[in-house]
């Protein structure tokens, strides 16, 4: 069974950069891992994922460019670098663990989720 947390939330002004990590055990090193968010009111969306040797990744159009994933995989850890946060970043953001990185409905596997505020 797969446990994931995340850590690294909180309130930014707009422009800054938030970097979350996610610690996984149980194995979470076999999976691929991506990143999900949830604001309120609307539907998780899918933002980007990274396969299990971390040489492969994908992300959702709207971040590509300013958010970056990565993994250590002697540490079980996964991170998401955001840069230029603007306000619709707002969300409670979920890291997952799943078959493949690039599909969604893949991901099987979520951690509790890390609030983050961006906010002038």
């Known amino acids: 069974q797969v446990q994931l947390i995340e850590s690294g939330g909180g309130s930014v002004q707009p422009g800054s950069s938030l970097t979350l990590s996610c610690v996984g055990s149980?194995?979470?090193?076999?999976?691929?891992m991506g990143w999900f968010r949830q604001a309120p009111g609307k539907e998780r969306e899918f933002l980007a994922g990274?396969?299990?040797?971390?040489?492969?990744?994908y992300y959702a159009q709207r971040v590509k460019g300013r958010f970056a994933i990565s993994r250590n995989t002697a540490s079980n850890t996964v991170r998401l670098r955001m840069n230029s946060l603007i306000s619709d970043d707002t969300a409670v953001y979920f890291c997952?663990?799943?078959?493949?990185?690039?599909?969604?409905?893949?991901?099987?596997?979520w951690g509790r989720g890390t609030q983050v505020t961006v906010s002038a």
């Open positions: 997952a663990a799943g078959s493949l990185y690039s599909d969604s409905t893949s991901f099987y596997a």
């Open positions: 149980g194995a979470s090193g076999t999976y691929a």
């Open positions: 990274i396969s299990r040797p971390g040489t492969n990744t």
